[in-house]
């Protein structure tokens, strides 16, 4: 269950102090990620491609420890379990937000994110697992490429964002330019890039 933390008995005591007040303490990195075995296993499994994407930043999340805390308003919440966020287009054409737990096995996580997803999408009603995980909030933008997306810093919504657009093919291969929006006080540059290095990994490794 998460549970409030004293910030100074964590490795981010430092980065607590100096970011939790900040008038802008989100950071956003951008990477172009290779996706070429996520497209062969999306068409040999016929599984949803952003499904895979979502499963494989689970993957990678799991492996940063930064990602277990959070900061919810002024405390530090620690969380004992992830999920990843993704947005569906419901049934009157507008937008509604579905979370799904984090978890190891592909074939479980499908299985959820398909029931969850069409579930939010037939009742309009979002799916939020925020008491209960610390959630990665993404956004596939399939109608356009893009480069990659600055968020905003509303104070409410602190928890890391990705964002992507259409993939792109340059000749045998296919690329995903992705923005990774974080909070300073949840994890530094360094912990950030690991994570990217380990989501391209997971990519890559996926069968």
């Not at 930064?66 to 054409?93: C, H």
């Not at 592909?106 to 037939?122: C, D, F, H, I, S």
């Not at 409410?156 to 045998?172: L, T, V």
């Amino acid at each position: 269950m998460p549970k409030e933390v004293d910030p100074k008995n964590t490795t981010r005591a430092a980065a607590y102090a100096l970011w939790m007040k900040a008038p802008n303490p989100m950071v956003t990195f951008f990477k172009t990620f290779d996706i070429t075995n996520l497209i062969k296993v999306s068409r040999k499994r016929n599984m949803k491609l952003n499904m895979l994407m979502d499963y494989c930043i689970g993957k990678a999340a799991v492996q940063v420890k930064e990602f277990y805390l959070l900061p919810v308003g002024d405390k530090l919440i620690q969380y004992d379990r992830l999920a990843v966020n993704t947005i569906v287009k419901n049934k009157t054409g507008e937008v509604s937000s579905c979370d799904v737990f984090q978890e190891d096995d592909l074939e479980k996580y499908n299985m959820n994110y398909l029931k969850y997803t069409r579930q939010v999408a037939q009742t309009c009603r979002d799916r939020d697992l925020s008491n209960d995980s610390m959630v990665i909030g993404t956004s596939a933008i399939i109608d356009t490429e893009i480069d990659g997306a600055v968020g905003m810093n509303s104070g409410i919504f602190n928890n890391p964002f990705i964002i992507w657009g259409r993939y792109r093919k340059r000749w045998m291969k296919y690329y995903l330019p992705v923005s990774f929006q974080f909070h300073h006080t949840q994890m530094d540059g360094a912990h950030a890039g690991v994570f990217l290095e380990h989501l391209q990994n997971e990519i890559c490794s996926l069968k």
